[in-house]
């Protein structure tokens, strides 16, 4: 999947506007990349392409262990966006993300996150 079709489908996703998606996506990468350790961010960011590798960048070697609500709060935050419609968001995002990337990478990621995430991907794909 490239980047236009990433931000569309994501914008699709989560009923909002192109614009805010974009922001979206960056912010929900970007926490993304605090919750995974660094190898697995930059197994994740190989396969998406270019304008989506910069979020990925982790600036920690380590992850950070926090729950999905504790996941809204910066991606509402960073992208502008009320909790809710940030909540969403991130649903949106990472029912994307797992169209955009290998099964296995997927689950992958998932193993680095709490179950909550997986349910929620899983609630409304």
Request: no cysteine; charged share 35%.
């Amino acid at each position: 999947m490239d980047h236009e079709a990433f931000i569309d489908t994501a914008a699709q996703r989560s009923h909002i506007p192109r614009e805010k998606a974009e922001s979206l996506t960056h912010a929900t990468l970007e926490t993304l990349a605090e919750r995974l350790t660094k190898g697995e961010a930059d197994d994740l960011a190989s396969e998406l392409p270019k304008p989506l590798k910069t979020p990925l960048i982790s600036q920690t070697p380590e992850a950070e262990d926090f729950g999905l609500e504790e996941f809204v709060d910066p991606v509402s935050r960073r992208s502008g966006l009320g909790p809710d419609e940030a909540r969403e968001g991130v649903r949106a995002e990472l029912s994307t993300l797992r169209d955009a990337v290998s099964d296995g990478e997927f689950r992958q990621v998932l193993t680095q996150l709490p179950t909550e995430f997986g349910e929620l991907v899983d609630s409304r794909s």
